[in-house]
């Protein structure tokens, strides 16, 4: 199957600061790509929809200016949580779209705000 | 908006026993995909459906797509604690797969 990857896969930070996230398709060119929030135990919350050369799409109850996402190439999108709160802290998961429909997940990123 | 629903939330069984999870919904989806996700990692994409009525299978995982497209089923044979995790459906809205739904997944355990 098609490869995702994310960065970092760990990130821990001080409470105020900003946090960048990663979202690469390595061997396909994903035109859409989908941001998730999972909370333990739980499924995966689909916070926004990014698509390449344009604005994302925020689900409702998600701050666009809380998670800023950028989707500027065919292979990368990133989410930067901006001052991040100890409230922030949660498993990031991205997923890109294939030519064929299907879906593919990176690896996680599981942010800690101290 | 399309919901999903997936049965049992959580199943715990003995290693060598068989199983099966329902992926549910009163809309009816253009393809539907099964993902296996493990603690502290994204999920890992199993299979897609497409055709109604349409059976796959992986080693001792049977995948079937009901006819009218709205469930699907999965089900897994002589369980074995490699099969542990959170099995999520997730069904597309469309036939581009620009919107994707998700269950609320199936929590597995299986116990040596």
């Known amino acids: 199957g098609a490869v995702v990857s994310q960065h970092p896969s760990w990130v821990i930070c001080k409470s105020g600061t900003s946090v960048k996230i990663e979202c690469r398709s390595l061997?396909?060119?994903?035109?859409?790509m989908f941001w998730y929030r999972q909370f333990p135990k739980q499924s995966l919350m689909l916070m926004a929809t990014?698509?390449?050369?344009?604005?994302?799409?925020?689900e409702q109850g998600v701050e666009k200016d809380k998670f800023l996402i950028n989707h500027a190439s065919l292979t990368l999108s990133t989410l930067t949580v901006t001052s991040a709160h100890p409230e922030d802290s949660s498993f990031y998961i991205c997923?890109?779209?294939?030519?064929?429909?299907?879906?593919?997940f990176g690896e996680g990123s599981r942010l800690t705000v101290l | 908006t399309q919901l999903l629903e997936q049965s049992p939330q959580f199943l715990s069984i003995q290693e060598g026993e068989n199983l099966t999870v329902y992926c549910n919904s009163s809309?009816?989806?253009?393809?539907l995909q099964w993902y296996r996700q493990e603690p502290g990692e994204g999920p890992v994409l199993l299979v897609t459906?497409?055709?109604?009525?349409e059976v796959k299978k992986l080693k001792r995982l049977t995948f079937q797509f009901g006819d009218a497209r709205k469930d699907s089923s999965l089900h897994i044979t002589a369980a074995q604690p490699g099969d542990t995790g959170l099995y999520l459906c997730?069904?597309?809205?469309?036939?581009?797969?620009?919107?994707?739904?998700f269950g609320p997944g199936t929590r597995l355990s299986v116990l040596p």
């Open positions: 997923s890109a779209r294939t030519h064929t429909g299907e879906l593919f």
């Open positions: 061997d396909f060119q994903a035109t859409t």
């Open positions: 990014s698509n390449e050369g344009s604005k994302a799409t925020y």
């Open positions: 809309s009816v989806f253009s393809s």
């Open positions: 459906v497409v055709t109604g009525g």
């Open positions: 997730a069904g597309a809205q469309d036939n581009y797969g620009q919107n994707f739904v």
